[in-house]
């Protein structure tokens, strides 16, 4: 039942995703991904709020907490969750920890996608 739960949501998430992007590729044209940077923030912004509820309201059914993050803000943004872990690290005290989620996250992301790239370049322009 949960999966079916996440997987709702995650539609949910995905769907607003894209509403936001068409809706900020309407307003921006000078190619600055402006959808991408609203959606990781108020992703980000959403994250916090929800899991400062969930903190201090730690009586609601799992349930919810999995449709709302894992489920919605997981299809609308992944970004959020990597905010969310890097502060619990930082708030736990785990500064090197958190610092070093944080290089690795953005860096091996960086260089896997300039890996998966190359590697689509060589596979598909090698193709007849």
Not at 3 to 30: D, E, P
Not at 45 to 68: I, Y
């Amino acid at each position: 039942m949960n999966y079916l739960i996440v997987f709702l949501g995650a539609g949910i998430g995905g769907a607003g995703r894209h509403g936001i992007n068409v809706l900020a590729a309407r307003i921006s044209s000078n190619g600055f991904p402006l959808g991408t940077l609203a959606i990781n923030v108020t992703g980000c912004l959403t994250m916090g709020l929800l899991a400062g509820f969930f903190a201090f309201r730690g009586h609601l059914p799992q349930e919810l907490r999995l449709l709302l993050t894992t489920g919605v803000l997981g299809g609308f943004t992944t970004f959020s969750a990597f905010a969310l872990d890097s502060a619990l690290l930082w708030e736990r005290g785990n500064l090197g920890l958190a610092l070093a989620y944080v290089l690795a996250s953005v860096i091996l992301s960086l260089c896997a996608i300039a890996a998966g790239l190359f590697l689509a370049r060589v596979a598909w322009v090698s193709l007849p």
